[in-house]
């Protein structure tokens, strides 16, 4: 474990009991949950099994730079359709790949996706929640500056959570994508399999305060020839925190920032992720 790594691991351990001590709560209250809503927002890089409640909409944005100056922003919105059980979504990804910060060449939207969840199992008030995702991938990203696939594509996730005790909750990831004609950046086509695990803690320290620590594990595939591919990994641990601002009108604010960290494969690699969410009722609740 690096020092930068110790150094913020001390700093969130800190945080986590600093912050619920300047905003304690008498939990025998049974307003509590009402007043001050528990985070049950997406994790940073692993998805969380709990699909927006009937009447709200959540907008979600996260920026990650990386060292050497790449970074990636998404803009994603998750609806519920009818009811809890089925949700509708997209995400719109802008991104800086390569290059150098001088020329910024490779600068631009990548592969836009539109996202179908469906809530098989549990929801965020049952021990087990899960809830698969299907999403279709759009080939918006230009290939030949590598900021996206060059096709469409599919990917099909499972995220399952499961909270192990009051204050102790866990989310599991795994899931796949497949885009049968991607190109690089010559025009040349191959097909690409990629595929992801994940897991996460999260540690409810307050209501409105989350300490996290992430895994997420990859494995992605690149064209590099005429149906020719090559096969790299990814894996990343990922401390971080968030916190809540809970308004009288239902709107919640939710910022976090987190530090990605490479192991393994991923030896040396190093970022910085911030994280802000909106959610908020859109039409108002029937009592």
């Known amino acids: 474990m690096t020092k930068q790594t110790r150094s913020l691991l001390l700093t969130i351990l800190l945080l986590s009991y600093a912050i619920p001590t300047l905003a304690q709560e008498d939990p025998s209250s049974p307003n509590i949950k009402r007043d001050q809503p528990p985070i049950q927002d997406n994790s940073f890089l692993i998805e969380e099994a709990y699909n927006q409640e009937a009447g709200v909409v959540q907008h979600i944005n996260t920026f990650t730079r990386r060292r050497g100056g790449d970074w990636l922003y998404t803009f994603t919105q998750e609806w519920p359709v009818v009811s809890q059980k089925h949700q509708l979504g997209f995400t719109l990804p802008v991104q800086r790949i390569g290059g150098t910060i001088v020329d910024g060449n490779n600068r631009g939207i990548g592969d836009v996706a539109l996202n179908y969840r469906y809530q098989l199992i549990g929801s965020g008030d049952t021990a087990i929640a899960i809830a698969p995702r299907f999403t279709l991938l759009l080939p918006t990203g230009d290939e030949r500056k590598e900021l996206g696939t060059g096709g469409p594509g599919v990917q099909f996730n499972l995220p ?3 909270a192990l005790s009051r204050r102790l909750v866990s989310h599991w990831n795994a899931g796949a994508t497949f885009t049968p004609s991607a190109k690089n950046s010559l025009g040349e086509k191959a097909g690409t399999d990629d595929y992801n695990l994940g897991q996460s803690f999260v540690w409810l320290a307050a209501p409105s305060f989350n300490v996290l620590l992430e895994t997420a594990w990859n494995s992605s595939e690149s064209v590099v020839g005429p149906r020719q591919t090559k096969r790299e990994y990814e894996l990343l641990i990922n401390p971080g ?41 859109f039409r108002k609740q029937v009592e």
Do not use: T
């Open 241 to 281: 925190v968030r916190w809540a601002h809970n308004f009288r009108s239902g709107l919640q604010i939710v910022p976090g920032v987190a530090v990605p960290v490479g192991i393994g494969p991923s030896k040396g690699e190093r970022g910085v992720f911030f994280y802000l969410s909106f959610e908020h009722p």
């Open 160 to 162: 399952v959570s499961a």
